[in-house]
């Protein structure tokens, strides 16, 4: 797995692999994750027979540069991200996948440029970036991690004070970037069905209770906008990308076929 790397906006390396060959498709991981997950899904080996795939790790994850400020997490970097790296890759206009973060990631960015032809979204509701027990959490990581880490950074940190797990944590490196990702959530717009400037397709599954219900309350407003709505039975969040039979051929027909932006699909 050959990381080649794109310099956004602010500096910072963006680590990317390129694979296959046809229409430009960018594809954004999860939270806590890396691009790896394509892979370990099987997606990679399936969909670069169709399409010229560009997976992606996003900033604070993978072999990408991992800032440990909140502000270098605004959407406003994160779109620069991306653009960053189809321009490094010499890609002008593109589709788009995101899973869980990067499809909250994703759709800032298919609401603001044209470049993104289509726009799979999986997983997540709209409206907040972090909302109801999500955004509860979130600040609960907030409040309890940041001064830690600025305790880290200024040398004046206790490691007695902290269970073996914290300091687990704490040494992997991983809790200042995470914490910075996750705080700049927090203050994130929202994005409405409406916002989209391309066709999407909004696959949610069943058993994802939180992307469930926020689909059945804003689905019969979809008629109007670009948003078409699949509903997977029996699908946990989780299951929403490791269920690659059920998930697969919903964005693969969307992408390529150009299933109409204004029905919705249940099954």
Known sequence: MT?????????????????????????LHGGMQSRQVWHAAGYMRELQSHFTVLAIDIRGHGDSDRPRTAI??????????????????????????????????????????????????????????????????????????????????????????????????????????????????????DIDPGHPLCPTLWIVGRENPVAFANAQSVGPALQSTKVQLAILDGLTHEAELTAIDLVLPRVRQFLLAGIPATSTVIG
């Open 3 to 27: 990381s080649l790397f794109a310099t956004s906006s602010d500096g910072s390396r963006i680590a990317y692999e390129r694979v296959g060959s046809g229409p430009a498709l960018v594809l």
């Open 72 to 189: 270098a997490y605004s959407v406003d970097r994160h779109c620069d991200d991306i653009l960053a790296v189809v321009d490094h890759a010499g890609i002008e206009r593109f589709d788009l996948w995101g899973y869980s973060y990067g499809a909250n990631i994703g759709r800032y960015l298919a609401a603001r440029s044209r470049r993104v032809l289509r726009f799979a979204m999986v997983g997540i509701p709209f409206g907040p970036a972090a909302a109801g027990e999500f955004r509860r959490t979130i600040i609960g990581v907030r409040d309890r991690w940041a001064p830690i880490v600025k305790a880290q950074e200024d040398g004046r940190l206790d490691p007695e004070a902290l269970t073996p797990p914290e300091r687990a944590y704490l040494q992997s490196g991983r809790a200042g970037p995470e914490v910075a990702w996750l705080t700049a959530m927090l203050d994130w717009e």
